[in-house]
């Protein structure tokens, strides 16, 4: 089943979680959102689409086959973690919105989330985060500039946050299969 892969990623994550000390919370969330965007992208995309020869070169989502480049510099020496499908059809003027997007990643998000703003480029902004303490006003602030937080499905569902009310808070699993697969890899792809 797709989602075993995140099933798993998410008992290892709150098992790392609960075996933390607090001064290594930061980096058990780091190392807990590249496992479940590595697990997502394996698991969803392995199957799909891309040819052998157009393989990304990061390990992060090239075993996933998807089309990305990482940290490239654009205007005012702008860096966005990662760049979906090129860096050429990012800087493209005659694009159009879905034919490229930015994905950033921010362990916590704090006031941290206002950088990633100035990386949109007539694209929208996936930010992902494992974050659960987000206030709601930050996220509705986020709405109005176009940013789309993206969490851990059990985030997402849980009575515990504010994401479940929010329309601009997606789960890994709705970026991978209705943002990436549905909507975007057929333009990516050229038909």
């Not at 480049?69 to 003027?93: C, H, I, W």
Request: charged share 25%; proline share 4%; glycine share 4%.
């Amino acid at each position: 089943m797709i989602w075993t892969s995140f099933a798993y990623s998410s008992v290892s994550f709150k098992r790392c979680m609960a075996s933390s000390s607090e001064r290594n919370m930061k980096s058990a969330r780091s190392a807990a959102i590249i496992f479940n965007i590595v697990a997502f992208s394996a698991v969803v995309w392995r199957n799909c689409c891309c040819s052998a020869s157009s393989m990304p070169s990061t390990k992060l989502l090239a075993d996933g086959g998807i089309p990305h480049e990482v940290q490239v510099v654009s205007d005012a020496k702008k860096r966005p973690d990662f760049v979906l499908p090129s860096f050429a059809a990012y800087m493209d003027p005659l694009r159009d919105r879905d034919g490229a997007l930015v994905l950033s990643a921010k362990t916590t998000l704090r006031e941290r989330w206002k950088q990633v703003h100035g990386e949109m480029r007539n694209c929208d902004l996936f930010l992902a985060t494992v974050d659960e303490s987000i206030a709601e006003n930050a996220i509705k602030d986020m709405a109005q500039q176009g940013i789309i937080l993206v969490v851990p499905e059990s985030l997402k569902k849980s009575d515990t946050t504010v994401y479940k009310s929010q329309p601009n808070v997606i789960s890994f699993k709705s970026f991978f299969e209705s943002e990436l697969r549905s909507k975007r890899m057929g333009i990516w792809r050229g038909g």
